[in-house]
């Protein structure tokens, strides 16, 4: 019965890695920010130079229309970046985008959805070779910003999007103030992102985004199902105690009998 269980175990996670490796089929990115390209799930890192040692800051904008809980608020910071950008704030070479809708996957693996912002800067740590830290420092801002009013003391009301892009992207705001994305998915730093666990969970939440649980939920059972399937794959507590009794626990370990 046992064996039984973990063919059908095996079965299972096979066929759930093939389903998650099934090309994800979404319409063609828009064309958010004039003369930026949209950056892809698997040449994103090429496409802001972060390969090698990154020499200055950059931008993501995360925008979308399916993938936006609030169409209508994705609309206004698109709107406002579009403004920041042709207004000349910042370089064309700094800002780019992400078009939730065409790309799912990456933003998913970024924990993010539109309208938001991730800065991606080199680290400053002398240090970072000799400690084994990673030389990019990734910074998600979710819009709209719930303690602008704090960021922004002058700001007595709710901010409008073009006056929070506008002040995110000048030289007054102070982007260390923003928490850095230290998680076990982040792509440089992360336990299984280093690894490409980000595009996996990605494609995880693509598949299954749509059940009413929430993300800790669904990660939860997701590594629930894992080490039950670890668990049955390995030695029966019969077969642990059969070899127990030809070779005692530890015996191997004792030194030569004198």
């Avoid at 993938?67 to 704030?89: P, R, Y």
């Avoid at 992207?169 to 994305?181: A, L």
């Avoid at 399937?229 to 004198?258: C, F, H, K, W, Y």
Wanted: proline content about 7%; some cysteine.
């Amino acid at each position: 019965m046992r064996s039984v269980l973990a063919l059908i175990s095996a079965l299972g996670a096979l066929a759930l890695a093939i389903w998650l490796n099934q090309e994800v089929v979404s319409p063609p990115a828009r064309q958010i920010i004039p003369g930026s390209t949209p950056l892809k799930t698997s040449t994103w890192k090429a496409q802001l130079s972060l390969l090698d040692e990154p020499s200055s800051d950059r931008w993501v904008y995360l925008s979308g229309n399916t993938t936006c809980l609030n169409v209508t608020e994705c609309q206004l910071f698109d709107a406002a970046v579009i403004k920041v950008h042709q207004d000349g704030q910042t370089l064309s070479n700094k800002l780019s985008f992400v078009d939730c809708d065409a790309d799912p996957v990456l933003c998913h693996s970024w924990l993010l959805e539109p309208p938001a912002l991730m800065h991606i800067a080199p680290n400053k740590d002398s240090e970072t070779k000799d400690t084994g830290r990673s030389h990019v420092v990734m910074r998600p801002i979710q819009l709209p910003i719930l303690n602008f009013s704090q960021i922004l003391p002058e700001q007595s009301g709710d901010a409008i999007p073009e006056e929070e892009i506008s002040h995110i992207m000048s030289d007054e705001f102070r982007v260390e103030s923003v928490g850095v994305w230290d998680g076990f998915l982040n792509p440089f730093t992360g336990a299984l992102g280093k690894h490409g666990g980000g595009n996996v969970w990605g494609k995880l939440k693509y598949r299954l985004g749509w059940l009413p649980i929430s993300q800790q939920t669904l990660v939860i059972g997701f590594f629930l199902i894992v080490r039950l399937g670890i668990r049955m794959l390995g030695p029966s507590r019969t077969e642990q105690t059969a070899a127990d009794m030809v070779v005692a626990p530890g015996s191997l370990n004792d030194g030569p009998a004198e």
